[in-house]
């Protein structure tokens, strides 16, 4: 492979930087898709992933970006290479100044990965690896859907490295989603089950305690 050839595939940043870029304030989701063109499901993936996958200051993403993923990811599992979101969805927007700076934000880390991707094991983008991608991104956007505190960085990393595979064609990238994935998978468990040891220890009331630290830490108290 020439560098040139390296280069193209080490352009996440760039492609990245060229969505949110523009000068209107405002830009919807919709905007985006039809910007992303071919590399439509790897660039959404790695752009809604992004408020919880990274350390950023986005609270409140997680289960409408983890609905939308979901929604991508049952694409996928039929077999779709371009997608499709409902017009309501596709109308949502963002501020374009909220969207850059998180962009901004993230570019460290964005550098980071590109030094490390590169078209190899290109099984990722087969029939049987894509809907395996399907699979995972669909159970991984589900668990960003569950209001649990503190646990969504896992799933939406699982996310991110299926996004970053597809659109650089990487399938080591989609190996170390699927390790990450089973951690994501071991996390909710573990919360899971010490949720349901709580409740039969101190009934309802433990619930209830639970439900509301979880409603203090969305902010919804």
Known sequence: ?????????????????????????????????????????????????????????????????????????????????????????RDKSFTRAKLAGMVGKASVFFRWVEKLVRPRLRWINSSGGYRLMAVLVIFMSLLMCLPIPSTNTAPAMVIFLIGVGLCEDDGLFAIGACALGLVAALIYAVVIYFVILLVREHGWEARDQIVSFIKQQLGLE
Request: glycine share 8%.
């Open 1 to 89: 492979m020439t560098s040139a050839d390296h280069q193209e595939h080490s352009s996440l940043s760039a492609n990245l930087q060229s969505i949110v870029s523009g000068q209107s304030e405002k830009v919807s989701l919709g905007e985006i898709v039809d910007a992303i063109k071919d590399k439509q499901f790897g660039m959404l993936l790695v752009l809604l992933s992004i408020p919880s996958a990274l350390p950023l200051p986005a609270a409140g993403y997680s289960t409408p970006f983890g609905i939308a993923i979901l929604i991508l990811g049952l694409q996928m599992l039929r077999g779709r290479r371009t997608p499709w979101l409902p017009q309501k969805m």
